[in-house]
């Protein structure tokens, strides 16, 4: 903890006479209070000036839910740090617990969360537990909650209630939770002095201790915690936590005690500290002991909309997904309301760079989709958003989750402004296959002209659509655009049915010579016996591209029909072709 500023000289005289360049790790950013964020960014952005003028290079850590690269995007290069690779962890279950780190390993791949354990430190936490335990909780608080408690028994050992007296050491885990609540309420609150007083009040509350007693025993409990705990750490007048990570642990666990006596009134023990960043991991926590997540997931869902907030949007959605996205279909359907409204709010014309924007809409249409059916009414209501990518990235969802009850709402959007919004819609609609999209694709045929464009239009739909488009297509290809002629037998082709085959061998008079060249590739495609005599008398077609596409076709047609000896093989042995 940096309470000054360097020595005179720190950043220039002393590497010079070290022949050395500084390099500076900045950690815990997303640990700095809001509050307090605005001054450590201008002196961060001094520093930074200082350091590149003198060579020096830094490193700045925060968790990935408060990234800071966008204040020092030009100054800064984003990396991402990944867990630890299977090898990774391997070699450190192996490094400490040598014979038992087969026996280890095994016990994680029976568990369902043994995914978490590719951070170090939950890694470590389990190696701790396990060795103490010989077995493993099933989840993450519990996890954390074993830890403490060995922790705590081992700080017992070591004299800790010698030094606290039976009351206080009784008081010890309960007084834990209580500090860190207080901190993370207030983070600035980390002074021996300030936190005594908090203990202080929670011994008069708990323990029905007089005023004075609390006074003397509320210094003496962060004392002596801040040496022998284990987890709650002091330094000089300064107290912190062995990693944050405990300390929103042990709020969550006093959050859950509230919740308990004031019968899960989320607005009155959570409030609007939710819309903070420094409560998300424990809310998450609280959600992971919470005996009812789903209702908190949709309080927090409509709080998220009633802000227009995506963090808490998020959060939400991380809380359901914690425990089964299809447990709850009314918690489903607000927490897709919350990320579509975040999902609006993704600017394709500069709210966002346009990387970050588009991987930002695609990580929320993938979470709408994982929602799925529960989520189809918030998006066909998105679909109306005035933000093309909120449009577009909203029809992909639909056409992922493939719900028909989206049906009406893709048809209307099959006329949106945006070209690229228009290919979603129609994609979706192709996935989904509900025969109601079928004359609205077709009446749009005449518009897709670049049948041979690897983007997806109307007659890939119409193809995946299959049979309930067959007739519309047989009459579109007698259409006077010849375009659509080319995207009917295109269709007709994919979709393989037999009753396309006599409409499309009149294609093969067609006065456009693409049309004639689709239809006999369709034919072959589809591989009916009857389009051989026709297609072999369209061998003689002048256009040298319809008698390839012809001679192809008979050959898939005799590949598909004919075994060796059989009569049709040799029905037209005197074809010169």
């Known amino acids: 903890i940096l309470h000054e500023?360097?020595?005179?000289?720190?950043?220039?005289?002393?590497?010079?006479?070290?022949?050395?360049?500084?390099?500076?790790?900045?950690?815990?950013?997303?640990?700095?209070?809001?509050?307090?964020?605005?001054?450590?960014?201008?002196?961060?952005?001094?520093?930074?000036?200082?350091?590149?003028?003198?060579?020096?290079?830094?490193?700045?850590?925060?968790?990935?839910?408060?990234?800071?690269?966008?204040?020092?995007?030009?100054?800064?290069?984003r990396w991402e740090l990944l867990p630890l690779s299977l090898e990774q962890q391997s070699d450190l279950i192996h490094n400490w617990l040598e014979d038992r780190a087969n026996a280890f390993q095994l016990t994680l791949r029976r568990m369902r969360s043994n995914s978490l354990y590719g951070t170090p430190l939950l890694l470590t936490i389990a190696v701790i537990v396990y060795d103490r335990d010989r077995n493993l909780p099933e989840h993450r608080v519990k996890l954390y909650d074993r830890f403490v408690d060995i922790w705590l028994a081992e700080a017992q050992q070591r004299g800790l209630e010698d030094e606290l007296g039976e009351d206080l050491t009784d008081a010890v885990r309960y007084g834990l939770e209580f500090l860190a609540l207080a901190m993370t309420e207030c983070p600035e609150m980390n002074l021996v002095e300030t936190l005594s007083r908090v203990a202080a009040g929670y011994l008069q509350q708990e323990l029905d201790f007089g005023e004075a007693r609390a006074s003397a025993s509320g210094r003496k409990f962060v004392e002596v915690l801040g040496r022998r705990s284990g987890v709650f750490t002091r330094r000089g007048d300064v107290c912190s936590w062995l990693h944050s990570t405990f300390r929103e642990h042990l709020a969550a666990c006093a959050l859950s005690r509230h919740l308990q006596v004031c019968q899960n009134d989320y607005g009155m023990v959570l409030g609007d500290q939710v819309f903070s960043r420094l409560w998300t991991e424990v809310t998450m926590m609280l959600s992971e002991m919470h005996d009812h997540p789903t209702c908190l997931a949709r309080w927090l869902a409509a709080q998220a909309i009633s802000r227009k907030d995506e963090q808490v949007a998020w959060l939400a959605y991380n809380c359901l997904e914690k425990h089964g996205l299809a447990g709850d279909i009314e918690a489903g359907s607000v927490v897709a309301s919350a990320l579509t409204m975040a999902l609006a709010q993704y600017r394709s014309d500069g709210g966002l760079d346009y990387d970050s924007g588009w991987e930002s809409c695609r990580r929320t249409a993938d979470a709408l989709v994982k929602i799925g059916c529960p989520a189809v009414e918030a998006l066909t209501h998105a679909l109306r958003s005035p933000e093309e990518w909120a449009r577009g990235w909203t029809a992909w969802a639909l056409g992922a989750i493939g719900s028909p009850a989206a049906t009406d709402?893709?048809?209307f959007g099959l006329f949106d402004p945006d070209e690229w919004v228009r290919e979603k819609v129609i994609e979706a609609l192709g996935k989904i296959g509900d025969p109601r999209a079928v004359e609205p694709l077709t009446r749009i045929l005449p518009f897709y002209y670049a049948s041979f464009s690897s983007s997806y239009g109307p007659r890939d739909a119409l193809a995946n659509i299959g049979a309930p488009a067959v007739e519309y297509l047989i009459t579109a290809l007698c259409d006077r655009n010849h375009w659509v002629r080319w995207h009917a037998t295109d269709a007709l082709g994919m979709i393989g049915d037999t009753r396309a085959v006599d409409p499309l061998l009149s294609c093969l008079h067609d006065p456009d010579a693409i049309v004639r060249t689709r239809a006999a590739q369709a034919l072959g495609t589809i591989g009916d016996v009857r389009a051989l005599e026709p297609l072999i008398a369209a061998l003689h077609d002048p256009e040298a591209n319809v008698a390839d596409a012809t001679r192809e076709a008979i050959g898939a047609i005799r590949q598909r029909t004919c075994e060796p000896g059989d009569e049709t093989s040799r029905v037209h042995h005197d074809d010169p072709q």
Not at 43 to 64: C, N
């Open 409 to 411: 709402a893709l048809i």
């Open 5 to 77: 500023d360097p020595p005179s000289g720190f950043f220039s005289e002393w590497p010079r006479r070290m022949n050395a360049r500084w390099l500076l790790l900045l950690d815990g950013f997303d640990e700095v209070p809001g509050n307090r964020r605005g001054g450590l960014l201008r002196w961060l952005r001094d520093m930074l000036a200082i350091l590149s003028a003198e060579g020096h290079f830094a490193i700045l850590t925060s968790r990935s839910t408060d990234d800071p690269t966008d204040e020092f995007r030009s100054e800064f290069s």
